[in-house]
């Protein structure tokens, strides 16, 4: 037998020898899902921001919702799934981000900040209550009607994946 051979044999064999562990499931986003995890819930995010659009708590939701379906072998349920992630947007705000020498702004920034709840029912020591806040930039010679949709998709983008890394990305 030759060498290669040997080695395919043996990489085979280890392959075949851990499928049978009941390790963590990961996958190429980083996300690490025990085995015994099947099911996530996400309740809709209800918006306490004042300002923000009505349309907010929904985007938001079906963000997460996107992120955990795409990128794992999670089943989403409407309730009770082994995993569960609740909670609220607290915060939608513009402001000045830099200023001028002439004391204007030149640029704005829009925050907007959630607080989470994940509760896993399967592995009750990685359940955390936490706060996550994220922001994207704009020009203050535009009007933050005109760009405010797109500030929140990409908002909402960096919130989600932030959600996301805490959840199951063990970092």
Do not use: H
């Not at 060498?3 to 009941?22: K, M, W």
């Not at 082994?82 to 200023?99: H, K, M, N, P």
Request: a negative charge; charged letters at 20%; proline letters at 5%.
């Amino acid at each position: 037998m030759t060498l290669p051979r040997i080695l395919s044999l043996l990489s085979l064999s280890a392959l075949l020898v851990l499928g049978g562990c009941s390790l963590p499931k990961y996958s190429f986003t980083g996300a690490a899902v025990p085995e015994n995890v099947q099911t996530i819930s996400i309740a809709t995010f209800p918006n306490y921001a004042s300002l923000a659009p009505p349309t907010l708590s929904q985007s938001f939701t079906e963000a997460l919702k996107d992120i955990f379906i795409r990128q794992t072998r999670l089943t989403l349920v409407g309730s009770n799934g082994d995993v569960q992630l609740d909670g609220q947007i607290t915060d939608y705000r513009f402001s000045d981000e830099a200023i001028s020498g002439s004391e204007q702004a030149t640029l704005n920034r829009l925050t907007i900040t959630v607080k989470v709840s994940y509760e896993d029912t399967k592995n009750p020591e990685n359940s955390y209550d936490q706060t996550f806040t994220n922001f994207a930039q704009f020009d203050s010679g535009v009007n933050p009607s005109d760009v405010q949709e797109a500030l929140i998709t990409e908002i909402n983008e960096k919130l989600v994946q932030d959600i996301f890394n805490r959840t199951l990305g063990n970092w």
